[in-house]
């Protein structure tokens, strides 16, 4: 667990040397990264790399980006490596900075696919060696043959942000939790699920399927934004009368009250691991907020209203569905806002303009 030393850092929170590599090879890691990795992905099925085997990789990672040296890790001869969407030079970006890993990370490891995505924290350098600076990772590797062909990595650069994710401890158990076998939902079916979130908020106008779980319930960026406790002294707002949308509200009256009718485009919907075994799903998007006319809309009940940012918006996100009978039942989410209308990097413009679904784990059933 992190130490805060100042009102805006970190401590390490833990020791460099348990990353288990020297520094004495920069010389070496700097020669590898110069050389651009921009190849095509692997796509066959790369089952040989369960869960513990993944969850390692995750830890190799780590330490050879702390070591600031990518020899330290297996990664394949075409490994291609984007962080914020950029294609970079494996040795670049989080390399240079990252001081240490935190505790908090809350994985979906796909073994049938060799992926695995998660939400973590670090910490990076600080203008005070002594001192670290937190920071929110959203991270997907692909693994096939013994070492890591694709390196996708999204940083929210944001203390207090960082902060209140490491203060979580823990993800939540449902997470980790296994679905009964006999009630097991296929590939499909868990991605079809996830992806009536998305359709439901996209222009979202309270009369669409919304399959929530009763105690559905939603963090983003370490923060509960569904069934927030009533403040004391004040009356929680009816989702049927209310002007505004309220986290207060379940994730049924959220999507039921029409009030976010202003998420104009979720877009570039990559699913890239599913948890069958826990029924979980986790999925790339990009929200678009248009602004101007968009911002205008009929309630269910038929009042006007106007809501949204008033300036073109767009979040990046990465977001985790718990999956139970059929319903959605946890929600957790990385979001960071990049330029408007931007794209992951791993997408064709066609493809990230779009809000079909995208199954990029790169496994088929069979």
């Given at each position: 667990m992190y130490t805060k030393v100042t009102a805006g850092a970190l401590a390490l929170?833990?020791?460099?040397?348990?990353?288990?590599?020297?520094?004495?090879?920069?010389?070496?890691?700097?020669?590898?990264?110069?050389?651009?990795?921009?190849?095509?992905?692997?796509?066959?099925?790369?089952?040989?790399?369960?869960?513990?085997?993944?969850?390692?990789?995750?830890?190799r990672y780590f330490a050879a980006v702390i070591a600031?040296?990518?020899?330290?890790?297996?990664?394949?001869?075409?490994?291609?490596?984007?962080?914020?969407?950029q294609v970079l030079p494996v040795g670049e970006g989080l390399w240079k900075s990252m001081k240490a890993a935190g505790?908090?990370?809350?994985?979906?490891?796909?073994?049938?696919?060799?992926?695995?995505?998660?939400?973590?924290?670090?910490?990076?350098?600080?203008?005070d060696p002594a001192q670290g600076t937190p920071a929110l990772v959203a991270l997907?590797?692909?693994?096939?043959?013994?070492?890591?062909?694709?390196?996708?990595?999204?940083?929210?650069?944001?203390?207090?942000?960082?902060?209140?994710?490491?203060?979580?401890?823990?993800?939540?158990?449902?997470?980790?939790t296994p679905i009964p076998a006999a009630e097991r939902m296929s590939r499909a079916d868990l991605i079809t699920t996830a992806n009536k979130y998305f359709s439901g908020m996209q222009r979202n106008d309270g009369k669409g399927d919304y399959p929530f779980h009763p105690r559905c319930d939603r963090i983003e960026n370490g923060g509960r934004s569904t069934n927030v406790p009533t403040p004391t002294g004040q009356t929680r707002p009816d989702p049927k009368t209310a002007t505004g949308y309220s986290g207060q509200w379940s994730c049924r009256e959220q999507f039921e009250s029409g009030l976010l009718y202003?998420?104009?485009?979720?877009?570039?919907?990559?699913?890239?691991?599913?948890?069958?075994?826990?029924?979980?799903?986790?999925?790339?998007?990009?929200?678009?907020?248009?602004?101007?006319?968009?911002?205008?809309?009929?309630?269910?009940?038929?009042r006007p209203t106007t809501a949204g940012p008033a300036q073109p918006w767009t979040w990046e996100i990465l977001e985790f569905f718990k999956v139970e009978d059929g319903q959605l039942a946890e929600i957790e989410a990385f979001l960071t806002r990049p330029p408007y209308g931007m794209i992951s990097g791993w997408s064709t413009w066609e493809d990230g303009m779009s809000d079909k679904i995208q199954d990029v784990t790169g496994y088929r059933e069979r």
């Open positions: 929170g833990i020791a460099l040397t348990a990353a288990g590599v020297s520094r004495t090879a920069q010389a070496q890691s700097n020669e590898v990264a110069a050389t651009p990795r921009v190849a095509t992905t692997t796509t066959s099925r790369a089952g040989s790399c369960n869960r513990a085997c993944l969850e390692g990789f995750v830890d600031d040296d990518p020899s330290a890790v297996p990664l394949a001869p075409n490994v291609r490596f984007t962080e914020n969407g505790t908090y990370r809350l994985a979906v490891p796909d073994p049938d696919a060799g992926q695995i995505a998660l939400i973590t924290t670090v910490v990076e350098d600080h203008a997907r590797l692909k693994v096939a043959d013994g070492r890591i062909t694709e390196i996708e990595q999204i940083l929210e650069r944001n203390v207090m942000t960082a902060q209140r994710v490491e203060a979580l401890g823990s993800p939540r158990a449902a997470f980790s202003f998420v104009s485009r979720i877009r570039d919907r990559r699913y890239v691991a599913v948890d069958e075994e826990n029924g979980v799903v986790a999925a790339f998007a990009f929200f678009d907020h248009m602004a101007g006319s968009t911002r205008n809309f009929t309630r269910p009940d038929g």
